[in-house]
């Protein structure tokens, strides 16, 4: 069996990855990785790439510390290795179309890259719990959104998604009693969205201008939409301890801020 060995001064997951992505263009081949991570000075180097001579493969590193990344080219060359640098190319073109240097910082690249994988198991929760799906699964939520249809549930929980929240949206209906569940989850983590009767006529009309139904659906009759508020409103004051957010006139952006400021909720990424 075949080892390709990724040298890094963090973890070398990332650098990991785009291996087995260009492995993947090979079929079933038969090679194995070896992660050389934390490699911080010269004397580090050398025992790294001692242990690739002794064992034989091929070397692919990611070193920002240029010194470094010169160093390893070298002491490769020397023992007469195989060895690729994954990233000091692409950082010197980034330098030069930038302007600027580089921060030499260890870590980065792996922060930003498993930030983005954390904001997409966010995104992932919140489809599978939106509009009232997998309820059994409301305490893993970051936030519960819940309120009448139309009322932003679905935009607002995917641009909270996005910031790293895992969000759940659960619907309330008239004459459907609401899940029970949403008695059993910390009530702190809840959000009650509101909105005007008038505005939420508005928004169910264009939705059935849109989807060619009939004018005369019930679904944006301004006095059902009424009744279905009054109800929402008073769910609510079954729970006092939720937090209840005006939508009327909010964008998402504005409805998201608020629920973060007044719940002292900070960015998770």
């Given amino acids: 069996m075949k080892t390709i060995y990724v040298l890094s001064d963090s973890t070398g997951e990332t ?58 080219h070298t002491i490769a060359e020397e023992h007469g290795l195989m060895a690729f640098d994954l990233l000091s190319p692409l950082l010197q073109s980034l330098s030069v179309f930038l302007g600027a240097a580089a921060q030499s910082t260890p870590g980065l690249l792996h922060q930003i890259d498993t930030n983005y994988f954390r904001r997409m198991e966010a995104v992932n929760f919140t489809v599978k719990h939106d509009d009232g799906q997998e309820t059994r699964g409301l305490h893993k939520a970051d936030l519960v959104l819940v309120g009448v249809s139309r009322s932003s549930k679905t935009p607002l929980s995917m641009y909270l998604a996005h910031k790293g929240y895992k969000v759940a949206n659960v619907p309330l209906v008239k004459g459907i009693e609401p899940p029970p569940e949403l008695d059993r989850i910390d009530p702190k983590k809840v959000v009650g969205l509101v909105i005007s009767p008038r505005r939420l006529v508005e928004i169910r009309t264009s939705r059935l201008v849109n989807m060619g139904q009939s004018m005369r659906n019930t679904y944006a009759d301004y006095e059902r939409v009424e009744e279905e508020i009054s109800f929402c409103r008073q769910y609510y004051r079954r729970h006092p301890e939720w937090l209840m957010i005006d939508v009327t006139s909010k964008s998402i952006e504005e409805s998201a801020s608020e629920i973060l400021r007044r719940l002292g909720g900070q960015q998770v990424y």
């Fill in 15 to 72: 650098a990991e990855r785009v291996v087995k992505a260009a492995l993947s263009q090979f079929g079933g081949s038969d090679v194995r990785i070896a992660r050389l991570g934390k490699v911080a000075n010269q004397q580090e180097v050398q025992q790294a790439i001692a242990t690739v001579t002794a064992e034989g493969g091929l070397l692919v590193y990611t070193l920002v510390d240029i010194e470094l990344a010169i160093a390893v």
